[in-house]
Each structure stands twice: as C-alpha cells, then as structure tokens.
C-alpha cells in the first residue's frame, strides 16, 4: 500500500520562496514596472522586476562576499528608500534575514534589538548612524545608504557607503525553501520590551497571496505605499503586489496633499489605508483617479461616498501575517463592520467563561492556523512568549476583543491586553510605565488611552507619587517625568499628558481600573 501524506498548508507553497517568486515575474514580464519610488522633491525612479532582481542579486552578491551567509540577521533601520527595497530582496537572494526596525525608536530600543538579534550587518541612513552606531556598538559592521556619505552626520564612523557594496562576483543560488526564516519585525506586547517575530517564506507567499485573492489583484492593479517599510502592513501590501505581477508605487512618508495627485499620475487601483490617512483626506479636492479598493480597518460609507471608492475592511496582526477577517468585494456589509472570518482562518469568539461568543455577543478573538505558513513561526529565542501566545487548544490568543452583531458582522471592540493604537502603531501600555517608574518618582503608574481624533489612541499617564516625588512641585514631576519619556521612548509612545492622584479606582482583584481612568479623558478634538 501506497504511504498516505497528509497534506498541509505549507505543501501549497513546496518548492518556492520569495525569491522564487520574483524570478518568476522576471521570467513572464522582465520588462513591467515593478517599483516606483516617488520622493516628493526629487525625480521619481522606476524599476522593472529584472531590474530589480539584478540590483538585488549585486548587492546580495557584495554581502556573500562579506561573508554574510544563509540565516545570517541583517538589521535595517532606515525609511522608506530604494535603498530599503534593494536591501531587503539582497537579503532574500543570499539567504540572509532582514531585521526591520521603526526608524522613531531611540537608542535604548535599538541596543535591545541588537543585543537580541546579534546581526552580522546594519543597513541604516546617514541621519541616524550615529545613533545606531552607540547603540549597537563598534564591533557590527555598518552600510550607510545615500550618495552623500562623507558629510558630518556620519563624520569619524566606522562603514561602507550602500554604493560600494554591489558586486559581480557569482554565488550560489539557494534552492527555494518555504521552511527558512525570511524576515523579522518585532511586535509590541504586553510585556515592556517588544517580541522578535520571525516570518517564514511560506509566512511570505501565503500573506502575499491571500490579500491577493481577498482583493482580486491582478497584473493591471497598482497600489502605493506610504506606510513604512519596516512595518508588516507595508510589507505584506508589497507581497501581495508581487504575488499577483501589480506594480507598486513608494511614497516616503503619507502626504495627504499629495495623496490623490500620486493616485491620479500613476493609475493606482488600491492602497492599504489607516484611520489617521481617512481623516487626513477628509474635505480635500479628490481628481479623476482609478483606485477602486482603499483598506482600512473597517468599512466606511462616508469616505466611499466623498472619494468615490469602495472601502474594505480588514482585521489581522504581524502575528497573523494575512487579514482573519475581513469584507468582501461584493458583500460590503454594514459600516463600521471588520467583515466576517476569512476563509482561510479558523476565527473564534469566546466569552469570559470560555463558552463561545454568539451573536449579539462580545468575546475574545483566538485564531488557528498553521505555524510557519498562515501564523508566525515563533518569537525569536523567546519559547515562553511563543508558547504563551497560544492556548492549550493551539489557538492564537490575539488579545483583542470583538462584537458580533444580529446577522453575523463583526466588529472590533477594543484590546484586552492593555494595548494603545497610536496612528496604527501598536504601543504597550507596559513599556511606558516601565519608563516612569525609573524615574524614581511614583508609587504606582497607570497609562492608558485617550481618544484622539487624528491618531485614534495617544497615552496618557496617571501617577501617584512616592516620599521622593511629593518632594517636588507637580510642576517639577511632570517635567522630569515626559522629558525621561522623551529621552527613552518613541515619540509616538510618549504620553500625551501627565496625571499625579492620590489614589486609583481599584477593580474586585486590587488591580487599577483603567477603564474608569479613560473615561475621565475627554477625547483630544485638536492639536
């Protein structure tokens, strides 16, 4: 009898990887336009698939001939560039994995990427090598990207200019593997320090071709990116155009004045969207444009009527890879609605006692899938966090809280885990607190969200104080305090507001309430 084999999701993708993806393009259409990279004060640049393929295999050439290897971690640290394309389908071409950090992370957080990553190289830009190079210290080696990379901002590093490291020189090319690690971006918590999440190839080609299919791209569709390349949002938006042959347009940063002017000029058909990028653009001229689909986190009537698109709605997380939920094309559903459980999900909701959430109910959001290919791999030698984000069942436990409503909509509630959603960043409560209580000021630290009308969440903090802070004037306290926040966190972590009480609403288990101390924040209206 012939061995039975149980298929699974990762035989989907055998015998392919990204980079055996992008061959594929460059075998069918060489010549399309792959990327465009549109600076607003510069020329735009373009680059068919062989051409990026080449730039790419030069400079992963260059790195092989410095020794970097398959497995090897490759820190990137820089914005939106060419330079970061290049560098991330280099890293793909030798084997290496690139570690994609947020550029708005200070130098404690970019020691702690190090220190956890150990890389062999770092990719960053002039503006933050000096900063990059205290953090990681001497002994990494350094490539800074720009042509300008002899003026004071880099004066006295220790590096290689981007340009010098592409090379002729062959090297073997790696049989396409789905199993090996292809990037890694880490993820806030609700631990204080952010967790490596590692992806696979499989994790790369299942995200790319899942959106695909839940958007219908096709080869004509073009999408722009102004999100930050480091995130997983802009990644996957990028996997998804590389997976159905689109053309991809690359913005450095969001510009809603330049929003629609880049839609129009380039014939973009869809754009992954944020809450702050819907309201940006709200009131603004909108021109003759052939974008069809904008993403965005949940469907909006209003902004379909103003910009002449359809929204769609998705829920997913860098853990996730792909979008669980979400609407569909042609079965919008109702405004404010996520959409309903992806086909390629198991999507769960359960109440507190663990029962099932039905409709009309709200619950706990756990999704199951398959390690490495539809969820992450793991946490980079961190077996506990990995081994506690699932339960005993094997279900992702998102930490995420949702509403079903009478015909089966769903709708996203809020977090359980204590988490802040701060203009689409994901922001631990935790890491900020821990930053206010080195100051050596307070007794106990609550921070949670308050509403915003641009960002959506921002942090605000409420202190009590210890004998050493009562010794300072409130005054004092809070300036010590945000100017410690400043010094140690991202600015988009940095709170908002400082509150000093004497005491904090408590729940049944002494913890705080901080549900009690967010409905004493009025929302933010202005700036």
Not at 187 to 211: D, F, Q, Y
Not at 429 to 457: P, R, S, W
């Amino acid at each position: 009898m012939k061995e039975k084999h149980n298929y699974t999701k990762l035989d989907a993708f055998y015998g392919m990887d990204v980079i055996w993806l992008l061959n594929q393009w460059v075998e069918k259409q060489p010549d399309k336009t792959f990327i465009i990279w549109a600076p607003f004060e510069e020329e735009e640049q373009k680059w068919s698939y062989v051409e990026l393929a080449n730039y790419s295999k030069k400079f992963a050439a260059g790195l092989h001939a410095r020794g970097v290897k398959a497995g090897d971690f490759v820190l990137i640290h820089s914005d939106n560039s060419p330079y970061f394309l290049t560098a991330w389908f280099g890293c793909a071409y030798v084997g290496a994995v690139p570690v994609t950090i947020n550029t708005r992370s200070v130098a404690d957080n970019v020691r702690y990427f190090s220190e956890e990553m150990k890389p062999s190289y770092i990719i960053t830009q002039p503006g933050y090598a000096k900063m990059v190079r205290e953090a990681c210290g001497d002994e990494i080696k350094m490539i800074i990207t720009g042509e300008q990379t002899s003026n004071d901002l880099v004066k006295d590093l220790d590096f290689e200019p981007f340009k010098n490291i592409f090379s002729d020189e062959p090297f073997e090319a790696l049989p396409p593997d789905p199993k090996k690690n292809f990037a890694v971006q880490f993820t806030s918590g609700t631990t204080s320090r952010p967790k490596p999440t590692v992806w696979t190839n499989a994790n790369a080609l299942w995200g790319g071709k899942s959106m695909a299919i839940n958007l219908r791209l096709r080869r004509d569709d073009i999408t722009l990116i102004y999100m930050p390349l480091f995130h997983a949002n802009a990644q996957i938006t990028l996997l998804s155009a590389l997976w159905s042959g689109g053309t991809v347009v690359v913005h450095p940063k969001f510009s809603a004045s330049r929003f629609w002017d880049t839609c129009a000029k380039y014939g973009v058909t869809w754009v992954s969207m944020i809450p702050f990028a819907f309201k940006a653009l709200k009131g603004r001229p909108v021109p003759e444009h052939k974008v069809r689909v904008l993403m965005g986190l949940e469907r909006l009537p209003e902004a379909e009527k103003e910009f002449g698109v359809q929204t769609m709605a998705l829920w997913g997380m860098t853990e996730t890879v792909s979008s669980c939920i979400v609407t569909d094309a042609d079965q919008p559903g109702p405004a404010g609605s996520i959409g309903r459980p992806s086909p390629f999900y198991d999507v769960e909701v359960r109440k507190r006692d663990g029962s099932l959430a039905g409709v009309g109910e709200e619950g706990l959001l756990f999704i199951r899938g398959e390690r490495g290919v539809s969820l992450f791999k793991e946490y980079y030698k961190h077996p506990e966090d990995t081994k506690n984000a699932f339960d005993d069942s094997g279900a992702l436990d998102t930490g995420d809280v949702v509403r079903i409503d009478e015909n089966g909509w769903m709708y996203f509630v809020n977090r359980d885990k204590d988490m802040l959603r701060v203009g689409g960043e994901n922001v631990a409560a935790l890491e900020i607190e821990t930053v206010i209580n080195k100051t050596g000021f307070t007794m106990e630290c609550a921070v949670v969200a308050q509403k915003h009308y641009m960002l959506g969440d921002v942090p605000a903090a409420f202190v009590s104080l210890n004998d050493a802070g009562k010794s300072l004037s409130e005054n004092e306290v809070v300036e010590r305090i945000m100017t410690r926040c400043q010094e140690d966190l991202a600015d988009f972590k940095v709170p908002r507001s400082i509150h000093i009480v004497e005491d904090f609403p408590r729940s049944t288990l002494d913890r705080i309430a901080k549900q009690k101390l967010r409905d004493r924040l009025p929302t933010i209206e202005s700036d």
